[in-house]
């Protein structure tokens, strides 16, 4: 019996990159990123739909305080249709939100995994970025999210049991999903360079110890960090993206970065505008 993480390739025809934005832990920002991450690439023209792929315990709607009466739990049931689930989130980009609380999706089954696959395949013609927030950790339904991705954001901060966890997921997708290289963000650095060093030191460790089991090891590509910022706090707690409320304090500054190197090196890439 195959695996049902591990399904077959997203279509590449269907014209969007897709996107997974994960944490080896909770509590590491992986949603803030995710959203603010999608207004900066609004910002640069990019039609982007946020995906709330956290199906046991969404929040992004909280973090974008939204308040939706339609949910994917409705598109599952067919209660209503894809078109009727997608809202428009502060930021200009879109939003397909999963509602918190849905136990009965919290574990991969086959009927989750063809509902949410169908989901992806229905809405990628009609953007050019299709981000998915995962939930954090390596469960089946985290990484059948990851799975479906053409790259995959892996965000950690400086603290050790986060980085452990980032090992950790970083290593299952290396072994499980062959997959050769991770994008990493460091989040709440305190000095510039911190997290280049950090990305460094991991892909040490998994040189050591992931390609001498495996015979090859992961590539991490250090895509940028975001200093410890306390604008980021005050937006959080008052529920709004920092690209709005203080695009230009230092965090997002450094989020508009990543968005300009995901853009010019994945996105436009993907879509033959790229160098």
Do not use: C, W
Not at 155 to 177: F, G, M, N, W
């Amino acid at each position: 019996m195959s695996d049902p993480s591990t399904p077959k390739s997203v279509p590449p025809a269907l014209g969007a990159r897709v996107l997974a934005v994960t944490s080896g832990k909770g509590g590491v920002g992986k949603t803030f990123v995710s959203a603010n991450l999608a207004a900066a690439l609004a910002r640069r023209g990019q039609r982007v739909l946020v995906l709330d792929a956290d199906l046991g315990l969404a929040n992004l709607d909280v973090v974008l305080n939204l308040h939706p009466k339609i949910t994917l739990h409705d598109v599952f049931t067919g209660k209503a249709t894809i078109a009727e689930a997608i809202v428009k989130a502060p930021g200009g980009f879109s939003v397909l939100l999963a509602g918190s609380g849905m136990v009965e999706y919290s574990r991969l089954t086959p009927e989750v995994r063809d509902e949410f696959l169908g989901v992806i395949r229905s809405v990628m013609p009609n953007y050019d970025v299709l981000l998915l927030d995962t939930g954090a950790g390596i469960s089946d339904v985290v990484l059948f999210a990851v799975s479906l991705a053409s790259e995959v954001v892996v965000v950690a901060t400086p603290e050790p049991t986060s980085l452990t966890d980032a090992y950790a997921a970083i290593k299952v997708l290396a072994t499980q999903h062959k997959r050769q290289h991770v994008r990493v963000v460091i989040n709440q650095t305190a000095r510039p360079g911190d997290g280049r060093a950090i990305t460094s030191q991991l892909q040490q460790v998994l040189d050591r110890f992931v390609a001498s089991a495996t015979g090859r090891s992961v590539r991490l590509i250090h895509l940028g960090d975001i200093p410890a910022d306390p604008t980021v706090r005050e937006a959080v707690m008052r529920r709004q993206l920092l690209m709005v409320s203080a695009p230009g304090s230092p965090a997002a500054m450094a989020v508009t970065e990543l968005a300009r190197k995901l853009d010019e090196t994945v996105i436009s890439r993907a879509d033959g505008t790229g160098s």
